[in-house]
């Protein structure tokens, strides 16, 4: 039940793609993971690195829970400016920023974990670099270069809303900012914001968990669920994001009832997005863990924003090119394909096995 080219944790369970990042040389992929069971529990950060984003080759876990908690989503960035003073500008730092999740008091903070090679990380000393309090939910950090401002940009959920915090030196945060939806979005939880520039546009993603309430919103002809990611377009001031132009319906990045906490790779020039696709009583009733795992991600998706009449909006494409041979002499549309291109989005996204 293993897919050929959606990737799948080597055994335990797997859900969010976290750390998309781009360093030395190749593709690092890091991602929420249980290596103990094939259920949702003790959050670790599996790794595996590409040079293709079609093969992968599994490494050791990257960081493991600790007195402080399981280690929730995050990002990774590469400190090429060396303003952290954890590697030097010959031979830059990765970053690893995650929120540290206490399972008893719930309290979530913000945390940071360096790398010299890649592979090994040694947390910050002085974690946490944003404190959070008991029951007081604040993660998912996502972490970019601040082209408005200088220095650089976070952005975490507070399940209602998305806060935006600015440093100079990736271990000093200060709040400058805050989001919410607009009405004519989806209203629910918020879980993993990114914001990415692309044509001169920002773009605001987030995972929703929304309530039936809601399900009115949806468009023609989409199967209402309850576990999605919706996108604004609008600009980034440096210190928050603002919408340009209020859509009249919520903006799906994908139509299909399996797609959810999808984040971007850092220190590459493309967009390129991937995702978990697991959230469906159709998805998590197919028995993977009868072979060891559970969990498969979305396969990588070039993003660029388009005009269309209705306004902005964003465009999907294959990453890589699905035209180059690669297994067994066939081209990757005709060995295994998951997701449906259309051109301001997809259609229909759903669990398939080769």
């Not at 750390?19 to 959050?43: A, K, T």
């Not at 993660?139 to 601040?146: L, Q």
């Amino acid at each position: 039940m293993r897919p050929k080219l959606h990737f799948t944790p080597p055994k335990g369970w797997m859900n969010d793609p976290n750390g998309l990042v781009y360093y030395n040389g190749r593709y690092h992929l890091f991602y929420q993971h249980n290596p103990y069971s094939c259920e949702w529990d003790s959050m670790h950060w599996g790794h595996a690195v590409s040079d293709d984003l079609v093969h992968w080759e599994h490494l050791p876990i990257a960081l493991v829970p600790d007195e402080e908690g399981d280690i929730f989503s995050g990002s990774c960035i590469v400190d090429k400016n060396n303003v952290s003073g954890f590697g030097t500008e010959d031979s830059p730092a990765l970053l690893a920023f995650y929120t540290s999740h206490h399972p008893m008091t719930m309290r979530e903070e913000q945390c940071l974990a360096i790398s010299n090679d890649g592979v090994h990380f040694t947390k910050y000393d002085l974690n946490p670099i944003i404190p959070g309090a008991e029951h007081t939910p604040a993660r998912d950090p996502f972490v970019f270069e601040n082209v408005v401002l200088g220095g650089y940009s976070m952005c975490i959920t507070t399940e209602d809303s998305i806060r935006f915090y600015h440093s100079e030196d990736l271990i000093h945060w200060e709040e400058s900012g805050q989001f919410t939806l607009p009405d004519n979005a989806f209203q629910g939880m918020i879980e993993c914001p990114v914001l990415f520039e692309s044509e001169g546009h920002f773009v605001l993603m987030m995972s929703m968990d929304i309530p039936k309430t809601e399900f009115k919103k949806f468009p023609e002809g989409v199967e209402p669920h309850n576990r999605l990611m919706q996108y604004l377009v609008g600009e980034f001031d440096g210190k928050t994001f603002v919408i340009s132009e209020e859509p009249e319906h919520p903006l799906l990045v994908d139509e299909g009832t399996d797609f959810y906490a999808g984040t971007i790779f850092n220190n590459v020039e493309d967009t390129i997005l991937m995702a978990w696709l697991g959230n469906s009583e159709k998805i998590m009733s197919i028995p993977t863990e009868k072979e060891g795992f559970k969990g498969v991600l979305s396969f990588p998706r070039k993003l660029s924003v388009v005009k269309t009449e209705d306004g902005y909006r964003l465009k999907h494409e294959f990453y890589p090119d699905l035209s180059y041979e690669t297994l067994d002499g066939k081209s990757l549309e005709d060995s295994f394909v998951l997701e449906k291109i259309s051109t301001d989005g997809l259609k229909a996204a759903t669990y398939a096995i080769n």
